[in-house]
């Protein structure tokens, strides 16, 4: 062909040299040479980093006829009945030539994916075609990809039977002289450089159109000969839809991005799960700090509730020991008394005057003492002896202690006012008749000599629930520094002798019940300057 061209045209001198693909590309991309000669496929990534024209495609002859395109088949052996159809390859295990080859795996796979099917498993067994075909026949593959001619070729050197094989997919031929499974794709293209003169390439141009028919050269080529250019566009078209076409495709999804920018990805990945792992780690941390913490509140708390219930005990046998002690105590006390009596009463008028006092200060003493246990008993017995019950009447309680101190008042000729009516509540019945007896009866007993006692009883309600019952008496008043020590036991501010005696325990036993009712008492000077006021509240229940 060298020889051909050099003779066609004067003043040149045409060479011819082989090279292999990455030698190419670089010799292209140098301007090493004025012409190229190589495959579509390859032709396409040529020519998207150097200019190259395609001024002519090639016409090899196939099985003897002339032809400026080829296709790819899909073979299988013609005693495979599960494999008839497209549809059947994706399952099977093919054997292709290579990755790259347009004739031999793209054409095929283009024609799996616009319809919509699976690429299959594909095992690239290299040049020649040949291999794939007989990976099919000996069985190691199900199905080969190769490109149209080749087993026309085989069977015409005698290496295979047409009838051992089928053809999937196979395409209307027209007057295409080979077996085909996909659509035709033009031929080699021949190429002229981006720097060679216009002249030499139209030159070379007509001188390889006009090549005469079974000239030396194309004999010894084995071509018929050389046609217009065909659409490579086409060819490109589908490396870009198949995504082999390094640097430039038609769409990208995701996996065009993973693929493109897997180390950054991986980067950022890795960095996202370090952060995850460490918001993890810290989760995990402070979770087992505010479980530590919920543990240690839970056993305060139980500790707590332990103190609770070990104070309720203490309590109870507190209460229950006062009660069983000054119980006990009044024995030996009425013995003392009895025989006090006795004594008197045998020795008779042999007991001299002191020793009459004696004994009389003896059984005072008893008395007293006896005083006191019974009020120490009513004390610790606050709480314990009657449940609060519903809808206690505080004007019947009121009545209650009024009947038991007619004496007192009517000796005193004190004069009592009170509502006709006082508020229904909650209460424990007895011991609100013990507060109510215990402070009118202090307001009696503590009354000036010089005027008889007044005393009001009222009752407010209270604007967040609960009532406030107000005592006011005209008495000798209480001093404004004493007014919490009364309430305190066996606290009294006379001479235990004066205003009839006391134990110094009824204001005590007050407050207890009154506490006991959600309430609270205390003592206030009378606003009229005379006498004390005693108030208590009773909360809402
Ligand atoms: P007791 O009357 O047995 O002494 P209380 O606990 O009832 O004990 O009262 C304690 C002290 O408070 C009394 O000793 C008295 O000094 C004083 N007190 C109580 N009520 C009045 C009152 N209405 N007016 C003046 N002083 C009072």
Redesign the pocket.
């Known amino acids: 062909m060298a020889d051909y061209l050099s003779r066609s045209i004067p003043g040149y001198a045409f060479r011819v040299v082989p090279m292999n693909y990455p030698d190419l590309d670089r010799a292209v991309k140098d301007g090493r040479f004025d012409f190229i000669f190589t495959n579509p496929e390859h032709f396409v990534l040529l020519r998207h980093q150097s200019s190259l024209a395609p001024i002519l495609t090639v016409m090899p002859l196939a099985g003897g006829h002339p032809v400026n395109s080829f296709g790819g088949v899909i073979v299988t052996r013609s005693d495979r009945s599960d494999i008839t159809r497209l549809e059947d390859v994706p399952g099977h295990r093919v054997a292709a030539p290579s990755r790259q080859s347009l004739g031999g795996n793209l054409m095929q796979l283009w024609e799996l994916h616009r319809r919509g099917l699976a690429a299959p498993a594909i095992t690239y067994l290299g040049m020649p075609h040949d291999r794939s075909v007989q990976a099919v026949l000996n069985g190691r593959a199900d199905v080969a990809f190769v490109r149209t001619g080749v087993l026309e070729g085989m069977a015409a050197e005698g290496r295979i039977r047409l009838s051992d094989v089928k053809i999937i997919n196979r395409q209307p031929q027209g007057d295409y002289p080979q077996g085909l499974s996909t659509a035709l794709y033009p031929e080699w293209p021949f190429c002229s450089a981006r720097n060679t003169p216009d002249s030499l390439v139209k030159a070379v141009t007509l001188a390889l159109l006009s090549l005469p028919a079974g000239d030396a050269a194309t004999r010894a080529a084995g071509i018929y000969g050389f046609s217009p250019p065909g659409d490579y566009l086409a060819v490109e078209a589908v490396m870009l839809r198949l995504r082999v076409y390094p640097g430039r495709m038609e769409a990208f999804d995701l996996r065009d991005v993973i693929g493109k920018y897997a180390t950054g990805l991986v980067g950022a990945l890795t960095l996202l799960l370090v952060l995850a792992a460490a918001a993890a780690v810290y989760l995990v941390v402070v979770n087992r700090a505010s479980a530590q913490l919920l543990k240690q509140r839970d056993s305060a708390q139980a500790a707590l509730q332990d103190s609770i219930r070990a104070l309720e005990k203490t309590n109870r046998e507190l209460e229950q020991f006062a009660y069983v002690a000054s119980h006990d105590l009044r024995e030996p006390l009425r013995t003392i008394s009895s025989f006090a009596t006795l004594l008197e009463r045998s020795l008779g008028k042999d007991l001299s005057q002191d020793q009459q006092v004696y004994l009389g200060f003896l059984r005072a003493g008893a008395k007293r003492m006896n005083r006191l246990i019974l009020?120490l008993l009513e004390l610790s017995r606050v709480g314990r002896i009657e449940n609060t019950v519903g809808n206690v009447d505080l004007r019947e309680v009121l009545d209650v202690a009024l009947q038991n101190l007619s004496v007192a008042i009517e000796e005193s000729g004190a004069v009592i006012t009170a509502p006709p009516a006082l508020p229904c509540l909650t209460c424990a019945p007895h011991e609100m008749t013990s507060v109510f007896q215990?402070?009118l009866g202090?307001?009696i007993?503590?009354s000036d000599p010089s005027r008889p006692p007044r005393i009001d009883v009222r009752a407010e309600a209270l604007h967040q629930g609960g009532w406030r019952i107000t005592i006011e008496?005209n008495?000798?008043?209480?001093p404004p520094d004493q007014t919490e020590r009364?309430?305190q036991i066996f606290?009294?501010?006379?001479d235990k002798n004066a205003?009839g005696g006391?134990?110094?325990?009824?204001?005590?036993v007050c407050k207890k019940i009154i506490e006991r009712h959600n309430g609270r008492i205390w003592v206030e000077a009378n606003p009229t300057g005379i006498?004390?006021r005693?108030i208590f509240t009773l909360g809402p229940t």
Do not use: M
């Not at 008495?475 to 209480?478: L, P």
């Open positions: 009020d215990n402070v202090n307001a007993k503590y008496d008495g000798i008043g209480i009364v309430f606290q009294r501010l006379h205003y006391g134990t110094g325990i009824g204001l005590a006498g004390s005693f």
